[in-house]
Structure formats: structure tokens, C-alpha cells
């Protein structure tokens, strides 16, 4: 069964950086897709960004698009997510998720970071 | 962008009892529809794709159904554990969640 794990979370202060990363592992990490997903408090679940499987294609929300950066290395096994002008409204509990396929749904999530933008 | 509505916000029903919630797409996303479920602490598990299949592991007392902008949930015979947040996610055209529903114990 595939594992995500999630690390790089923590409290910065708004304007600040954060890079997350996402151990995966149990599954052919270079063949899939992946994406961060994040919950904010007391909301629901927001896309927030993907990329495909080689790298070659990287897809962001409108709310993050020029702050944020997903990439993966598939010699590590490792998916990131650096964030950059984090703003108040980016305070969430980040998830990395694999996708079962192209244009496919989330079938593995992580246990989530904890990202809290705060002065 | 397409938008997902859910509906209910809320489903308050007791366990046995039959649970049964709505998504609706602003437009068709075909059958690129999943359902996911989500308890506080833990990760979203995937419950169905394509609308109407269910993931691996999932009960049979989850199904699925519906086509171009309208879909259902069925929870046949709520269990203790089933009471939960469920989110439809739309995978047709980028990536769009619904704002979800949740089932909460009568």
C-alpha cells in the first residue's frame, strides 16, 4: 500500500517562506501524478497544486499561483512544495495525495502538515 | 471553473439508517466525479471514481451514482464509523472539490 509522508510544516510569519516536502513510498512514485490539497481551518478540502508525473507539467490554484512551487525529484522519491509570501489566509493543514491516474482521483493521501502563517 | 454544490450541509441520521447526499456540477464533468471521506486527524480516504466505483476496500453499503452534473451518494445502512465529513471531487476539468456534507449522529 502507498505511503505519503508529509514534513516541513510549521508557524512563519506572513511574507515568509516554508518549503514542504512529501516522502513517498510503496508505489512507482515516477509514474504518477501528485498534488498538495490543504484544509483550512473550519473549511473544506482546496485544491492548491499538482504536477505530473515526470515533472514536465506543474498546475496551480489561482489563490497560490506565482507564490507557490511544486517539484518532485523521482530519484528521491520526494515531492515539495516551496512557499513563498505566505499570507494568513495560507494557514492550513497541507495534505500531499497521489493520483490514481491521469485525470483520475486522489486514491493515497498523507496525514498532512501543519502550515500556520501568523505574526 | 466548475463549481461543485453539495448538498446538505448538515445530515443528521441515526446509525441503520440510510444516507443520501447530492453534488451537483455547474457544468457536465461526464462520470469524473469521486467521493471522498474524511474524519477529523486522518487523511481523506477514497470512496468512489468515475462515479460510481467503488475503491478498494470500500463497503458495499457505499455506492455511487449519476452522470453529467448531478450525482449521489448512497450510504445504505449507516455503521457508527460512517458519520464523517464526504467530499465529490470533479476531475474533468482541472481539479474542484465541493464544499462537502456532513453526517453527524442523530
Given at each position: 500500500?502507498?505511503?505519503?509522508?508529509?514534513?516541513?510544516?510549521?508557524?512563519?510569519?506572513?511574507?515568509?517562506?516554508?518549503?514542504?516536502?512529501?516522502?513517498?513510498?510503496?508505489?512507482?512514485?515516477?509514474?504518477?501524478?501528485?498534488?498538495?490539497?490543504?484544509?483550512?481551518?473550519?473549511?473544506?478540502?482546496?485544491?492548491?497544486?499538482?504536477?505530473?508525473?515526470?515533472?514536465?507539467?506543474?498546475?496551480?490554484?489561482?489563490?497560490?499561483?506565482?507564490?507557490?512551487?511544486?517539484?518532485?525529484?523521482?530519484?528521491?522519491?520526494?515531492?515539495?512544495?516551496?512557499?513563498?509570501?505566505?499570507?494568513?489566509?495560507?494557514?492550513?493543514?497541507?495534505?500531499?495525495?497521489?493520483?490514481?491516474?491521469?485525470?483520475?482521483?486522489?486514491?493515497y493521501w498523507g496525514q498532512g502538515t501543519l502550515v500556520t502563517v501568523s505574526s | 471553473e466548475i463549481v461543485l454544490t453539495q448538498s446538505p450541509a448538515t445530515l443528521s441520521l441515526s446509525p441503520g439508517e440510510r444516507a443520501t447526499l447530492s453534488c451537483r456540477a455547474s457544468q457536465s464533468v461526464s462520470t469524473s466525479l469521486a467521493w471522498y471521506q474524511h474524519k477529523p486527524g486522518q487523511a481523506p480516504r477514497l470512496l468512489i471514481s468515475d462515479a460510481s466505483n467503488r475503491a478498494t476496500g470500500i463497503p458495499a453499503r457505499f455506492s455511487g451514482s449519476g452522470s453529467g452534473t448531478d450525482f449521489t451518494l448512497t450510504i445504505s445502512s449507516l455503521e457508527p464509523e460512517d458519520f464523517a465529513v464526504y467530499y465529490c471531487q470533479q476531475r474533468h476539468s482541472w481539479w474542484t472539490f465541493g464544499q462537502g456534507t456532513k453526517v453527524e449522529i442523530k
Open positions: 500500500e502507498a505511503q505519503l509522508s508529509e514534513s516541513g510544516g510549521g508557524l512563519v510569519q506572513p511574507g515568509g517562506s516554508l518549503r514542504l516536502s512529501c516522502a513517498a513510498s510503496e508505489f512507482t512514485f515516477s509514474s504518477f501524478g501528485m498534488a498538495w490539497v490543504r484544509q483550512a481551518p473550519g473549511r473544506g478540502l482546496e485544491f492548491v497544486s499538482a504536477i505530473s508525473a515526470g515533472g514536465e507539467n506543474t498546475y496551480y490554484a489561482d489563490s497560490v499561483k506565482g507564490r507557490f512551487t511544486i517539484s518532485r525529484d523521482n530519484s528521491k522519491n520526494i515531492l515539495y512544495l516551496q512557499m513563498n509570501t505566505l499570507r494568513a489566509a495560507d494557514t492550513a493543514l497541507y495534505y500531499c495525495a497521489k493520483e490514481s491516474g491521469r485525470t483520475k482521483p486522489f486514491d | -
